[in-house]
C-alpha cells in the first residue's frame, strides 16, 4: 500500500474512532415520592387546587439524552389520591357527573402519553431545557390530544451523592420535568361543575414536577 494512501486511511480511522457512537435510550421510571401532578380550575370565588399525595403517580420514560426527540413515555394520576383541601369536593370529582369511578376502575386514572418531543437538541447534564411535549390526555376514558409545555433536565449525581442515592432512590442518572398544560371539562365528557348558583371555569390547568430515575 502506498504511504498516502496509508496515512489517509489512518487519519479517516483515527477521527472515526473519536467520535462517539449514538447512546442507546435509555429507561426510566417515576419516583413517586419526589413527583407531583396539580390541577387548577377558576371559580367565580375562588381557585380550585388539587394536589396528588405520595404514591398517587406512576410512569415509565424511555429516552436516548443524546436524541430526546425521540422519547416515548407515560404517566398516570391516580384521582382518588388527589386532594383539594375540602373532603366533600373530592368525593365529588369521583360521583357520576364527573369521573364516575362506580362505572369504571379505570375512570379513576388520569393519563398523558407522550407522542413526540420537540427540544433544541441534546440534553446536557444539569442544564434546564425548554421542549414542546405532545401527547394523548385521557381522562374519564377520553383521550385528547394535547401539547404541554415542559422544561427538562437531565440531572447527573457523581459519587459524592452516593448517600442521597442510597437513601431517597435516586440514581447516577435521573430525568426532571416539569410541564404545563390546559385542557377542559366537557372534552373529556365531564360536566363543569358548579358551586351554588356559579358555574366554575369549563378550563383545566394541570401541571406536573416529574423526577424518573434511571431503571
Same mark, same amino acid.
Given at each position: 500500500?502506498?504511504?498516502?494512501?496509508?496515512?489517509?486511511?489512518?487519519?479517516?480511522? $483515527?477521527?472515526?474512532? /473519536?467520535?462517539?457512537a449514538?447512546a442507546?435510550?435509555?429507561?426510566?421510571?417515576? /419516583?413517586?415520592?419526589?413527583?407531583?401532578a396539580t390541577?387548577?380550575?377558576?371559580?367565580p /370565588?375562588?381557585?380550585?387546587v388539587?394536589?396528588?399525595?405520595?404514591g398517587?403517580?406512576?410512569?415509565?420514560?424511555?429516552?436516548?439524552?443524546a436524541?430526546?426527540?425521540?422519547? %416515548?413515555?407515560?404517566?398516570?394520576?391516580? +384521582?382518588?389520591?388527589?386532594?383539594?383541601g375540602?373532603d366533600?369536593?373530592?368525593a365529588d +370529582?369521583?360521583?357520576?357527573?364527573?369521573?364516575d369511578?362506580?362505572?369504571s376502575?379505570?375512570?379513576?386514572?388520569?393519563?398523558?402519553? %407522550?407522542?413526540?418531543?420537540?427540544?433544541?437538541?441534546?440534553?446536557?447534564?444539569?442544564?434546564? +431545557?425548554?421542549?414542546?411535549? $405532545?401527547?394523548? /390526555?385521557?381522562?374519564?376514558?377520553k383521550?385528547?390530544?394535547v401539547?404541554a409545555?415542559?422544561?427538562?433536565?437531565?440531572?447527573?449525581?457523581?459519587?459524592?451523592?452516593?448517600?442521597?442515592?442510597?437513601?431517597?432512590?435516586?440514581?447516577?442518572?435521573?430525568?426532571?420535568?416539569?410541564?404545563?398544560?390546559?385542557?377542559?371539562?366537557?372534552?373529556h365528557?365531564?360536566?363543569?361543575?358548579?358551586?351554588?348558583?356559579?358555574? %366554575?371555569?369549563n378550563e383545566?390547568?394541570?401541571?406536573?414536577?416529574?423526577?424518573?430515575?434511571?431503571?
Amino acid at each position: 500500500m502506498k504511504r498516502p494512501v496509508a496515512l489517509f486511511l489512518f487519519a479517516l480511522f $483515527s477521527a472515526a474512532a /473519536l467520535v462517539p457512537a449514538a447512546a442507546d435510550p435509555v429507561q426510566f421510571k417515576l /419516583l413517586p415520592n419526589y413527583s407531583r401532578a396539580t390541577f387548577k380550575t377558576d371559580a367565580p /370565588l375562588e381557585t380550585i387546587v388539587g394536589n396528588s399525595v405520595a404514591g398517587g403517580l406512576s410512569g415509565t420514560l424511555t429516552v436516548d439524552p443524546a436524541k430526546p426527540q425521540s422519547a %416515548v413515555g407515560s404517566i398516570r394520576v391516580d +384521582m382518588s389520591t388527589v386532594k383539594t383541601g375540602i373532603d366533600k369536593r373530592d368525593a365529588d +370529582m369521583l360521583d357520576p357527573r364527573f369521573l364516575d369511578v362506580a362505572a369504571s376502575e379505570a375512570n379513576k386514572f388520569v393519563t398523558f402519553e %407522550v407522542k413526540s418531543v420537540e427540544i433544541a437538541g441534546a440534553l446536557e447534564p444539569d442544564k434546564a +431545557m425548554p421542549a414542546r411535549v $405532545s401527547g394523548i /390526555l385521557t381522562i374519564k376514558q377520553k383521550p385528547v390530544s394535547v401539547v404541554a409545555q415542559a422544561l427538562v433536565t437531565w440531572v447527573k449525581l457523581g459519587a459524592e451523592h452516593a448517600e442521597a442515592q442510597k437513601r431517597f432512590g435516586f440514581t447516577p442518572d435521573n430525568i426532571k420535568v416539569r410541564a404545563k398544560l390546559a385542557t377542559t371539562f366537557t372534552d373529556h365528557g365531564m360536566q363543569v361543575p358548579q358551586l351554588l348558583f356559579l358555574k %366554575v371555569s369549563n378550563e383545566i390547568q394541570l401541571e406536573t414536577d416529574l423526577t424518573f430515575v434511571r431503571q
